[in-house]
């Protein structure tokens, strides 16, 4: 079945840097638009960034464009997030999936992450 183990979050300082990590099993990883979301408190998940196959189109939130990179290893099906510069702002469960996410991909743990000011 889908499933998604997210990792690399932690605990940082205002300007400090995290890398996030995804392994993806289940489907054909190297077809999918793939995305990272995250939800903070009592707020809806939002999407952060996404990457296409192949020769990879990459979107950004406004709100971490320019400090977040989002990256692919298509053999290892693995899904990363370079987070740099980060801000009280970015404290949140950090999840990835299908940019188009739908019942047939379940949501994995997340990894939270939590940017001191």
């Known amino acids: 079945q889908v499933q998604f183990v997210e990792s690399g979050g932690g605990l940082v300082q205002s300007g400090g840097s995290l890398r996030l990590s995804c392994v993806a099993s289940g489907f054909p990883f190297s077809i999918y638009t793939m995305a990272w979301f995250r939800q903070a408190p009592g707020k809806e998940r939002e999407l952060v960034a996404s990457?296409?196959?192949?020769?990879?189109?990459?979107n950004y939130a406004d709100s971490v464009r320019d400090r977040f990179a989002i990256s692919r290893d298509d053999t290892e099906e693995t899904l990363y997030l370079q987070m740099n510069n980060l801000q009280p702002g970015d404290t949140a469960v950090y999840s990835c999936?299908?940019?188009?996410?739908?019942?047939?991909?379940?949501w994995g743990p997340g990894t939270q992450v939590t940017v001191s000011s």
């Open positions: 990457i296409a196959p192949a020769a990879p189109i990459t």
């Open positions: 999936n299908k940019y188009h996410a739908d019942d047939t991909s379940p």
